[in-house]
């Protein structure tokens, strides 16, 4: 099981997550340890955790080296993956420690096996509850099957604990004693539905690849409602069937609930979840169970990757080409390229899951690297629906309407025949900018370089950035003067009053990510949507991500060409893939057949005419054509370098100056560019400077990016952190 032990008193390393910079020498305890044990151990007055981290490299005061506290009870992180988080850690310039943090990201691994007092609904039927305990029921229900602490639970229903142990009184919550960490219930592989047309030749695939147990990367794609969810789940299946442990990775926390409730139908009962929503008691189960074998399927998000999986077999990314994959915070990694790299050193199949994948993507299956299987056709009679433009210029609309004649008509016809119709625009709040009518000023954020959102809803403004909120000023506090501040533009909020004052019969729900004051809060109103409580559906990015509305046949885009505006390498790629995604959302009913409105300006914009054309391939090349000439992602290496201090002369000064050492660069035919405002050249009163380097794809990128960065010392107050690949250019 171990690659190698050590005797009591031998030399190890072990790493730790604390940032020193290497991996400390310690003695091996009383009993000897091995490589991949995880253990406690001193660092100057604490006890920390860690792993061992190979042979000691005894180059450290051999008097002052101490012995490892103990070895713990979880079973040891295996080869597969400490070599995985080596070359993460490389790979994203990131330090060792802070990888291992990312593996270890559950509370209480040092503790041991006990019992714990949790609190599940008992038999009483409640009558008459106040809003607290309601709540608390609410609470225990949203959570079935996980089970909660007190502290967990009075937080979650946001109520005292007095109001809990009242209703254990009353016996509608009942309290008791249960081991920590149990058991995932077994999943049963049998089932599923009869697959169909090319879903049998997709499935037999991945099947194969899982029973094959080696690496092998395979695109999977299919229009939404295709049955690529189907397939994949198959693909799970052999994996219990093998014995083996399967990660499907979803892009959105929201996305899980419903997911989670398929699987359950699917396999008979509920797969490990991991996410920034699960309990600490539950996160800290499943990582155990994880590493034990007593989680066969996880479902999660980016972070799932790091879990201590004993058997891995399958990792499944769905929606790969969403951008929340990247991390764009502290560690900054795609969890899909990420997944490739760990599978590819585990030894197991990766299934991309997409309607419409990234460019990347896209290309690996051109250079042969990733195999593809496509899903021509809906499952069942649904159709994908038909693309329109709507040409803005034609239809004379006032400043402060943003419907057009055209897709109010279409909206009404919908909602007369009890269907649902959709209005997208990607924009929260209620108006973008604020601005006084006597000076032109508009309202910025204090900190950022970012004017602020009028959310009505919230009686504020809203920073974007940094989240500051300040109210909506009566009088201009650039001039002076009152009564003129205007909102200017559409955000959903201002779109859905629009809406209700042209269909006063009609139900108008909104879905934007602000609105809810939790994911399960929205996923109830969703649910809701979809089961007929609204006429008329306005929502932001989030309703393009798979949720199924089935009485939805009219899907209209009130600015098809917002994305299309700046700088940003991947605006044509985004702006297709979302109009399509968006458009997938209509038109799932089977018989009647949807359709989509796109309002622009620019119908003759070739992205525009790619999208209504609806020729995938034909895009995809143009545009692989283009970044391969201009010699970028994924024809081309690029980083962002990030550099930030509340001191803007300093910023620019050190950035200027780290431009111009730029040998180590130069030495593999790098370059770089800048230093330039960030586009966002302030953000919490930090100033933000960026610097971009280019490079030929297949360059040792990353050795060059440490040799160079690592020339100059950072000063106290300056932030420097590297982007590999990056994603925006914020
Ligand atoms: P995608 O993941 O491509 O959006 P899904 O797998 O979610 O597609 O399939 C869309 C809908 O069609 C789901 O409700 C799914 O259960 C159903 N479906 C797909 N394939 C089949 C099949 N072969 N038999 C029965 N239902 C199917
Ligand atoms: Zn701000």
């Known amino acids: 099981m171990y690659d190698r ?18 991996v400390l020498d310690y003695r091996a305890p009383e009993g000897g340890c091995g490589d991949g044990d995880f253990v406690e151990v001193p660092l100057g007055p604490r006890r920390v955790l860690g792993v061992v981290w190979g042979r000691g490299r005894g180059d450290w005061d051999i008097a002052k080296v101490r012995a490892v506290g103990r070895v713990l009870e979880a079973p040891p992180m295996r080869a597969e993956l400490r070599a995985f988080l080596g070359k993460a850690a490389d790979y994203t310039l990131t330090p060792l420690p802070q990888m291992l943090r990312l593996a270890t990201r559950a509370p209480g691994l040092m503790e041991g096996a006990a019992l714990r007092r949790v609190y599940r609904l008992g038999g ?11 709540r608390v029921v609410e609470a225990l229900r949203a959570f079935a099957g996980a089970p909660m602490t007190l502290g967990e639970l009075a937080e979650e229903a946001g109520c005292g604990t007095s109001v809990i142990k009242g209703l254990v009184k009353l016996g509608v919550v009942v309290e008791e004693e249960a081991p920590r960490d149990l058991p995932f219930p077994p999943l049963d592989p049998k089932g599923g539905p009869e697959l169909q047309g090319d879903q049998v030749a997709a499935a037999d695939a991945l099947v194969a690849a899982v029973a094959a147990g080696e690496y092998a990367t395979t695109l999977l794609k299919g229009v939404t409602g295709s049955g690529k969810t189907e397939v994949y789940l198959e693909a799970v299946a052999e994996c219990l069937r093998a014995g083996r442990q399967a990660l499907v990775l979803l892009p959105e926390i929201a996305l899980t609930a419903e997911f989670l409730k398929r699987v359950e139908a699917r396999f008979g009962a509920r797969p490990a979840e991991w996410h920034s929503g699960v309990t600490m008691t539950e996160r800290r189960r499943v990582w155990k169970m994880v590493a034990t074998g007593g989680a066969s399927v996880v479902v999660g998000a980016r972070s799932a990757l790091f879990l201590p999986y004993q058997r891995l077999g399958l990792i499944v990314v769905d929606e790969e080409h969403d951008t929340s994959y990247k991390q764009e915070e502290g560690v900054l990694y795609n969890a899909r390229d990420m997944a490739v790299l760990r599978a590819s050193i585990v030894g ?15 290309a690996n299956v051109e250079a042969g690297k990733y195999g593809r299987l496509d899903l021509s056709a809906r499952f069942g009679a649904a159709e994908m629906p038909e693309v329109r433009a709507i040409d803005m210029r034609a ?24 269907e649902q119709a959709m209005l997208f625009l990607n924009r929260r709040g209620y108006a973008p900018v604020t601005l006084c009518r006597a000076c ?14 009028e959310h009505r809803f919230q009686k504020r403004l809203v ?5 500051a909120t300040k109210p909506v000023p009566v009088a201009c506090p650039a001039c002076g003067v009152e009564g003129r501040m205007a909102a200017v533009g559409p955000g959903v909020e201002r779109l859905a009053e629009e809406v209700a004052a042209r269909f006063p019969d009609a139900r108008v729900a909104v879905l934007s990510s602000d609105l809810f004051g939790s994911a399960r809060a929205l996923k109830a109103q969703i649910e809701a949507i979809a089961g007929g409580e609204a006429d008329i559906i306005i929502g932001t990015q989030i309703v393009a991500k798979g949720h199924n509305f089935p009485l939805l046949t009219l899907v209209g885009v009130i600015d098809a060409d917002l994305g299309l505006q700046g700088s940003d390498l991947r605006a044509a790629e985004r702006t297709f893939q979302l109009m399509r995604q968006v458009a997938g959302r209509a038109g799932r009913m089977e018989g009647r057949k ?23 391939e034909a895009f995809w090349k143009a545009e692989a054509a283009e970044r391969r000439a201009a010699g970028v ?18 910023v620019f000064d050190f950035a200027g100056e780290l431009a111009r050492r730029d040998a180590p660069l130069r030495a593999v035919g790098a370059q770089v560019y800048g230093p330039a405002p960030a586009p966002i050249a302030r953000v919490r009163g930090r100033h933000r400077v960026r610097l971009l380097v280019k490079a030929e794809k297949g360059v040792a990128l990353q050795a060059a990016l440490a040799d160079w960065v690592g020339q100059m010392k950072l000063p106290a107050n300056l932030r420097l952190a590297v982007d590999i690949d990056p994603q925006s250019f914020l």
């Open 348 to 362: 197991c199949p990766v299934v991309l899951a997409s309607a419409t994948p990234s460019l990347e993507t896209w």
């Open 5 to 22: 032990t050590y005797q009591a008193g031998e030399l190890v390393g072990v790493l730790t997550t604390e940032p020193l910079g290497r």
């Open 440 to 453: 032109g000023h508009q309202v910025g954020c204090d900190q950022c370089d970012a004017r602020m959102v």
């Open 124 to 134: 009483a039927v409640p009558n008459q509850l106040t809003d607290a305990r309601h």
């Open 463 to 467: 920073c974007h950035q940094c989240g």
């Open 594 to 616: 949807g359709v989509a409105l796109l309002q622009t300006h620019q119908p003759e914009h070739p992205v525009i005419r790619a999208i209504l054309g609806g020729d995938e």
């Open 395 to 418: 239809e004379k609309l006032p400043a402060d309407r943003w419907v057009s004649g055209t897709l109010a008509a279409e909206v009404a016809a919908r909602v007369a025949k009890g």
């Open 633 to 650: 992602p994924p024809y081309g290496r690029m980083a962002g370098i990030i550099l930030s201090s509340p001191d803007v002369a300093q």
